[in-house]
């Protein structure tokens, strides 16, 4: 019989990834990210938060923004969808910074 090295798929490993070299120039969601980074305007928004003095941080608009856009440009409109997307996808991570 012969002698192979033990795998096993049902593990977790650590892996170091950079999230920004997950977004490749000339993708719909490099555009995005800059899009939305550089160009975008999202201090209407910031109004609305109300945590400075206490209570849980917030995540940013930018964040949210960047992951509801690119799920619905994937035709992902499920909330429960787009969670698992941001726990798994490596693009929605990257979106997201993994927040």
Known sequence: ?????????????MVVI??????????FEFTLHHL???HIDL???????QNDAGGRSAYD????????LFAYSK???SSREIR??????????AL???S
């Open 18 to 27: 950079n999230f920004e070299d997950q977004l490749q120039p000339g993708t």
């Open 43 to 49: 201090s209407v928004f910031y109004d609305k938060y």
């Open 84 to 93: 698992w997307q941001c726990e798994h996808n490596i693009i929605f991570k």
């Open 75 to 77: 035709g992902i409109t």
């Open 1 to 13: 019989m012969p002698n192979f090295k033990r795998y096993n798929y049902n593990q977790d490993a």
């Open 61 to 68: 608009p930018a964040i949210l923004l960047k992951i509801i």
């Open 96 to 98: 997201s910074c993994d």
């Open 36 to 38: 939305i980074d550089d």
